[in-house]
């Protein structure tokens, strides 16, 4: 298995709040991303990384925002969380090889 | 705008026969598939994948078809088995979209023993 770790596995918070989702993985790969999976949409990109400092906006990325300041860790954060920011999310990396290997993915409900 | 598309979202099969699991694309510069799989509380795993210069690609009970002119692929499963029971997950990327992998909606698959 792909040494990719997602933390916390779940969480609850409050509308309004601040919410910071991490990913971290011990395979060295450049390319590093975040989805969201919501019923009726499959997985969705928010955010993605192709280096250190270097990420690019996916097809949902509203409301979120996304740093890479070492290779190992993408970490994922909603500013002021909202209602339709719970999902299950989940990270995935690929080495700029063919197939992208996920987390476990974290379960965030926002109140 | 969904690029690709799965339109059952559910499936259900007896243990032995074939699953047939349908993928419509609309981006004709996708020139690469991949299917995935993924059981409750986990993460998408990675099952099988195509180049758009095949049309074929088998590995062991699974193989994908790649119908490039109807952008149509298809996962077969044959013989299906009660731990194939799981959410099934098209994704496909190409030289134009970078890096980024566009995913299906899912199709959950049942295996009734």
């Known amino acids: 298995d792909a040494g990719i770790t997602q933390s916390p596995r779940h969480k609850v918070t409050e509308t309004g709040t601040p919410v910071t989702l991490r990913c971290h993985q011990t395979?060295?790969?450049?390319?590093m991303y975040w989805y969201r999976q919501d019923p009726g949409h499959g997985l969705r990109l928010i955010h993605y990384s192709y280096g250190v400092k270097d990420t690019d906006k996916g097809e949902v990325s509203d409301g979120y925002s996304v740093s890479r300041s070492k290779t190992e860790d993408f970490l994922l954060t909603l500013e002021s969380a909202t209602s339709s920011q719970t999902s299950v999310y989940f990270c995935a990396i690929t080495g700029g090889g063919d197939e992208q290997f996920f987390g476990p993915g974290t379960r965030l409900t926002v109140l | 705008d969904q690029q690709v598309k799965q339109n059952s979202p559910s499936l259900s099969v007896q243990e032995g026969r074939i699953s047939i699991l349908n993928c419509d694309y609309t981006?004709?510069?996708?020139?690469?598939f991949l299917w995935y799989k993924k059981y409750p509380a986990e993460g998408p795993t990675f099952l099988i994948s195509?180049?758009?210069?095949?049309d074929k690609n088998e590995d062991g009970r699974f193989t994908v078809f790649l119908n490039k002119s109807a952008k149509h692929l298809s996962l077969h499963i044959v013989p299906s088995q009660p731990g194939d029971s799981a959410v099934y997950f098209c994704a496909a990327s190409g030289l134009r979209s970078g890096n980024q992998f566009y995913f299906g909606t899912g199709t959950s698959l049942t295996v009734i023993p």
């Open positions: 981006n004709s510069m996708f020139d690469y």
């Open positions: 395979e060295n790969h450049r390319y």
């Open positions: 195509i180049s758009s210069i095949k």
